[in-house]
């Protein structure tokens, strides 16, 4: 393989990234500061958080999968759904749902807010994107900014700009023991719902119809058609099943941190995009470990590898170490961890 | 064309000359200012800008102010110099981009006498250069950061006064505070890169160490940020006693949520400033705001100003609902001295035009040395007008209904 010049800065950053690394962790483990349980704690949040990322992360991946869309607007059909869950939520508050049922009470919340986003992200494809879908260019993508503003001013007219709060359950705010250490129930409850969203995504893209046709769509779109795949179909389904997934995503979102307002699925939209592309961008199982990976960075990195190297007040640099994660895994592998690499042609 | 082209010219230029005469003009009779003359036409509107937080998780602490300065208008019987008084408020979100579209929009009207506001020093810092650069003194409301009144201020702040005190004084009674009466020895501090936060901290920290206290280190967060754990847990493992974080609402009742949660910060004391003084901190934090300490101005009748009660019944009988924040006082004050300043450099002539010369009002206001319902109200040459006098409340109730300052939270010093 002839080694260009571009291929020797490529590893001299990797080289760079792994000391700077290990020099960070090295620093670290010999400061001891912080005790086994303050780690499990660290792992433990990061977790969630990324089950999290990795849900809405999905419809990222799906949609761009199966249209070469990057849309934008995926955070904010997100909010929308969040905020009719709040409301539901609010309503369940008076019927003591939540104290003689928790369960059901946080399912049917988790339901609605699904449903809510994936019914605004079969409207938003359906009258935004399929009638620019064929211009090409950047139509589609400055569609779906435009989309992306569009849901949130709507929003903020429907909903008010204050941030409301999400309603706490009793039965969220305990911590169950794990051993020595101590999990508080909302995480616990946070990574077991995006696990079985996540294994149930899998089973439909892997064992039904449908998913089989998703797949023909994204690997060719044309000989997708050919062979008699109803390919609006096919893109309304990837558009239904990534709102519920950023739907889940959102509701638990707002369990964890106790607040719904109009620009929320702002930031984490952006962060599961990275993770998607992180993950590589059209991968299913790539936008999963690509938000776990990120969630994780996010939330042991400043800790593990920055306080290491005697950087004050790290955790404001952990959005900054989370996108250098980023930039370092695409210039090593530009199609992203379990991406594909484009087909050379002849 | 030629003829079209020529006309719009000529329009434009003289529609410029009006314009500019009525903001810049040295000499307008009886009337000769350096700054330039407005003059009001008998029964022109006098307009009161003012600019504060009035949308977003921080709405309360604009809102209490606005409600100060419309009651401020209400008493002097909605009528100023013969003119009708109108309030153009604006919403400037307690950002800078916020507050430099509203001080732009403010600026643009040549008929904007005075300003009052705003909420944030995030807001004043880029928003008073503006609006003095048009000639209009700016009081503020509740933008407490010690740049905004230094000595040593930039020329464009020259315009700027404010009824609510620095955070200079404020960071050394805080200080004061955590180290001689809490005996606290060890804090952490988390600033949210605003000017009145980071100001504030900077302050404090130049105080507490100065004490002997130890800071163990500042660390800084965004106002928007919802994961507050992987800070915490930094914080936790330095165990400090308190935890200092003078931000705004929605940062804080993320933090005091999230400690509890975090192991060795269960039960450390979490402190915020003044920004925390409204119920919507109560609603953030949930359970977690009980045992929260914020300091504040100590606004016991003996430290505030005489009318301070009844105003405080003037509000709910106006509102219906006991004030939302805890500005309101400063804001009613700061309106209070820039209409005594218009009575008092006014000119009315024989037909009921009204001249104000901008200079002459400025002076005039920085001139103030007056009984407020929020104290003493005398201002010095750089425009600070308040005292500080350090009170500090607890949140004792995680109801948001039962926010009342100093009920919920309690007054527990002085």
């Known amino acids: ?48 958080l990324g089950g999290v990322y990795a849900l809405i992360a999905l419809g990222y991946s799906m949609v761009y999968g199966v249209l070469r869309l990057i849309n934008f607007a995926h955070g904010d059909t997100m909010t929308v759904g969040v905020f009719i869950a709040y409301f539901v939520a609010r309503g369940l508050e008076h019927t003591k749902l939540f104290e003689t049922s ?24 359906r009258f935004a994107y399929r009638p620019v879908r064929a211009s090409g260019g950047f139509a589609p993508l400055i569609t779906s900014i435009g989309m992306s503003f569009l849901l949130q001013q709507t929003c903020r007219g429907m909903f008010g700009s204050g941030v409301k709060a999400y309603p706490d359950p009793g039965w969220l705010q305990g911590s169950m023991r794990i051993g020595t250490f101590s999990v508080p129930n909302v995480e616990v409850m946070v990574l077991c719902a995006a696990a079985l969203v996540m294994a149930g995504l899998y089973l439909v893209v892997n064992g039904t119809r449908m998913g089989t046709a998703m797949r023909a769509t994204a690997e060719d779109p044309r000989a997708a058609v050919l062979m008699g795949i109803d390919i609006n179909k096919v893109i309304a389904f990837t558009f239904l099943l990534g709102g519920l997934t950023a739907g889940v995503g959102g509701v638990l979102y707002a369990l964890i941190y106790k607040q719904v307002y109009f620009m929320m699925g702002f930031l984490p939209g952006i962060k599961a995009f990275g993770a998607a592309v992180l993950g590589g ?32 007040a790290p955790y404001q640099l952990r959005d900054l170490f989370a996108f250098a994660l980023l930039i370092t895994v695409l210039i090593c592998r530009p199609q992203g961890l379990f991406g594909e690499a484009p087909a050379r042609r002849a | 064309m030629k003829h079209k082209l020529s006309f719009a010219g000529a329009a434009m230029a003289i529609g410029s000359l009006v314009l500019a005469g009525q903001v810049h003009a040295e000499t307008v009779p009886p009337v000769t200012d350096p700054l330039g003359v407005l003059v009001l036409p008998k029964g022109a509107p006098l307009e009161i800008g003012g600019y504060w937080v009035l949308s977003g998780s921080d709405a309360a602490l604009g809102v209490d102010q606005k409600r100060g300065v419309e009651l401020a208008i209400e008493d002097w019987k909605k009528t100023l110099v013969g003119h009708p008084i109108v309030l153009d408020a604006q919403d400037s979100q307690c950002s800078a981009e916020g507050g430099q579209i509203a001080a732009t929009k403010l600026a643009s009207n040549p008929n904007t006498v005075v300003v009052i506001g705003p909420s944030c020093s995030s807001e004043a810092t880029p928003a008073a250069p503006i609006l003095w650069k048009a000639g209009i003194v700016d009081i503020g409301t509740s933008s407490t950061a010690p740049s905004l009144t230094a000595a040593d201020r930039n020329a464009g702040f020259h315009g700027f006064a404010r009824t609510v005190f620095s955070d200079a004084d404020q960071g050394k009674g805080d200080g004061n505070y955590i180290f001689n009466v809490l005996k606290a020895k060890k804090v952490v501090t988390i600033h949210d890169g605003s000017p009145y936060a980071s100001q504030l901290v900077a302050e404090f920290v130049k105080t507490y160490a100065a004490l002997g206290g130890t800071v163990l280190s500042q660390e800084a967060i965004q106002p928007t940020d919802v994961d507050m754990h992987p800070l915490l847990t930094r914080i936790a493992a330095e165990k400090p006693d308190v935890i200092y974080m003078p931000i705004f609402v929605a940062a804080a009742g993320q933090i005091a949520r999230q400690a509890k949660t975090t192991t060795g910060l269960e039960t450390t004391q979490l402190i915020g400033g003044g920004s925390l003084m409204t119920g919507d901190i109560i609603t953030a934090a949930g359970d977690a705001v009980v045992g929260m300490k914020i300091t504040y101005p100590d606004i016991s009748p003996e430290a505030l100003g005489k009318g301070y009660p009844d105003f405080v019944e003037k509000y709910k009988s106006a509102y219906g609902e006991a004030p939302v924040s805890g500005y309101h006082a400063m804001a009613y004050d700061a309106a209070a001295i820039a209409f005594k300043a218009i009575e008092q450099v006014a000119k009315t002539d024989d037909e009921g035009t009204t001249y104000i010369g901008r200079q002459a009002l400025r002076d005039a206001i920085f001139a103030t040395d007056t ?22 409340f607890e949140y004792v109730n995680a109801d948001p209904t039962t926010f009342k300052i100093g009920d919920n939270p309690k007054k527990i010093y002085p």
Do not use: H, N
């Open chain 1, 1 to 48: 393989m002839r080694k260009d010049f571009a291929w020797f800065v490529r590893r001299g950053l990797l080289l760079c990234a792994i000391l700077i690394v290990c020099a960070g962790i090295i620093g670290t483990v010999r400061a001891d500061r912080y005790s086994t349980e303050q780690w499990f704690d660290l792992v433990a949040f990061g977790l969630t």
């Open chain 1, 281 to 312: 961008i059209g991968s299913i199982p790539g936008a999963m470990a690509g938000g776990i990976i990120l969630g994780l960075a996010e939330g042991i990195g400043p800790t593990l590898i920055l306080d290491g190297l005697g950087i004050p």
């Open chain 2, 371 to 392: 009984d407020g319902i929020s104290g003493r109200i005398k201002c010095d040459a750089d425009g600070e007008c308040a005292q500080f006098k350090l009170g500090v």
């Open chain 1, 102 to 125: 928790p369960a059901v009470a946080v399912a049917i919340i988790l339901i609605v807010g699904a449903v809510v986003s994936a019914l605004v992200a079969l409207l938003v494809e």
